[in-house]
């Protein structure tokens, strides 16, 4: 069964440092989408940054990118010059390409703050 | 495009009693997803749509949970004989097409309190 694991549940960081948010999964598949979901106090989850297995080259979107490390079946969050708004439950999650149902497996998160 | 929403927000219930969530995916989203999200847990997959026809359940959902989408828009869930353990976060989400490309949007959620 795949699993997802983030062991830590709570960060805190000074505002404009950057900070990383682990992540660990463990999957026999080879082809697979990995994902960090930002869920803000206010509760919606919204999509920060997507990751496809079979690409090598780490995925990044403005102030976020990933440390995807296939063999290590590592995918680390980089959050750089972090933002008030920033502060939120972050969850990595997993996606099999070829799941016949498209759930998403998601670890249990790591609250993270954002101090002014 | 509105995003998808949810109603009620919040839910306050006795137990044994019976409730009801409402989903309104983005229009014309064709996969329409539950999950349900337990205090200091990562959302757990619940079950699935494409279009009107559920196509995948979790163990999760027992028997006391039924979930409709009549007209492959809007979705039902409902949970008969509440139970204190059915206290969580009941997110909905949809995507285009489904598959493991496409994104999943999220609702606000609906929190449910069993007393």
């Known amino acids: 069964a795949q699993t997802v694991t983030q062991s830590q549940p709570e960060m805190s960081v000074q505002e404009a440092e950057t900070v990383t948010l682990s992540c660990t999964y463990d999957?026999?598949?080879?082809?697979?989408?990995l994902f960090w979901y930002k869920q803000p106090p206010s509760r919606q989850m919204i999509l920060v940054i997507r990751q496809e297995a079979y690409k090598q080259q780490n995925a990044t979107e403005n102030r976020f990118s990933v440390n995807f490390q296939k063999a290590a079946k590592s995918f680390s969050l980089k959050i750089s010059d972090s933002q008030l708004g920033d502060t939120a439950m972050y969850f990595c999650a997993f996606i099999d390409s070829y799941g016949r149902d498209d759930k998403i497996i998601f670890g249990k998160g790591t609250r993270l703050h954002i101090l002014p | 495009d509105t995003g998808v929403s949810q109603d009620p927000r919040h839910k306050i219930t006795k137990r044994g009693q019976n409730v009801t969530f409402r989903c309104d995916p983005i229009?014309?989203?064709?996969?329409l997803y539950w999950y349900r999200q337990t205090l200091g847990q990562g959302p757990e997959f619940l079950t699935y749509f494409q279009n009107e026809a559920q196509l995948e359940k979790s163990r999760l959902l027992s028997d006391r949970f039924s979930a409709e989408r009549p007209k492959g828009s809007f979705s039902t869930l409902e949970i008969q004989r509440t139970e204190q353990g059915d206290s969580a976060m009941y997110l909905c989400?949809?995507?285009?097409?489904?598959?493991?490309?496409?994104?999943?949007?999220f609702g606000p959620g609906t929190r449910l309190t069993v007393l």
């Open positions: 229009s014309e989203h064709n996969r």
């Open positions: 999957t026999s598949e080879n082809n697979y989408y």
């Open positions: 989400a949809s995507s285009p097409t489904g598959g493991a490309a496409d994104t999943q949007y």
